[in-house]
């Protein structure tokens, strides 16, 4: 798998975290044909639903911040710098100092972190600060996707993970808005739930479909592999 290309930048700024690198993608700049190395992490997407297709977002970061474009790479973008005046001192994201960059976990998460959270692995490259339980990277992109949940298993601060083709998806049959994940016992009362709360002025019309199913064409789209 090729990453997206993130530009000059990052092979001038090399990646100051090398161990766990398990790709090597050449540049495809020729005047340039710098190894890009990156490491394997774990993270976890929100997933926006609309008629043109599915986007993952980060769980943290508002919607104009947090997009992540298919087969193009995210780069950490410091939402304090961009404030008037700026709120940041970060000369760059992410800083040392800083919490500007792109989250991602050392190890697979046992629990998601938010309730409409989907679980996967990530590519960082670029600056990457290591942390005691993880990372902050300036560059990211998708390698794949492993896990839903079910926030009515578990405990309501940590739901259950589900593997994909275990757990089930609740979207807006039209319009758009969040998916969110539901084990097949718990399927009914989510989607009546998702009816109640729903004030709209034209409420949506939820549906409930497999996990596996609806993962896979976000996967197509994003062009990254499935564990199940």
């Not at 960059?101 to 600056?127: C, D, F, K, N």
């Amino acid at each position: 798998m090729s990453l997206p290309h993130p530009g000059r930048r990052a092979h001038r700024r090399a990646s100051r975290f090398l161990h766990n690198v398990d790709y090597i993608v050449m540049s495809e700049d020729l005047e340039t044909l710098t190894k890009l190395e990156y490491l394997t992490a774990w993270r976890t997407w929100r997933v926006w639903m609309s008629e043109s297709g599915p986007t993952l977002h980060s769980v943290s970061t508002s919607a104009a911040l947090g997009a992540w474009t298919p087969c193009e790479a995210m780069e950490a973008r410091c939402g304090y710098l961009e404030m008037n005046p700026p709120a940041c001192a970060c000369e760059s994201c992410p800083g040392d100092d800083t919490l500007c960059g792109i989250y991602a976990y050392r190890e697979a998460p046992s629990t998601v972190h938010h309730e409409m959270g989907m679980v996967g692995q990530v590519a960082l490259w670029g600056t990457v600060i290591e942390h005691d339980i993880g990372f902050r990277g300036q560059y990211a992109y998708p390698l794949s996707f492993t896990h839903g949940h079910c926030p009515w298993c578990g405990s309501a601060s940590k739901p259950k993970l589900l593997p994909l083709d275990k757990a089930m998806v609740l979207l807006p049959e039209t319009g758009e808005g969040w998916l969110g994940w539901v084990c097949s016992k718990h399927a009914d009362k989510a989607l009546k739930q998702a009816t109640v709360m729903d004030t709209l002025p034209e409420p949506k019309s939820w549906v409930v479909k497999p996990g596996l199913e609806v993962v896979k064409a976000i996967a197509e789209l994003y062009q990254v592999g499935i564990q199940t």
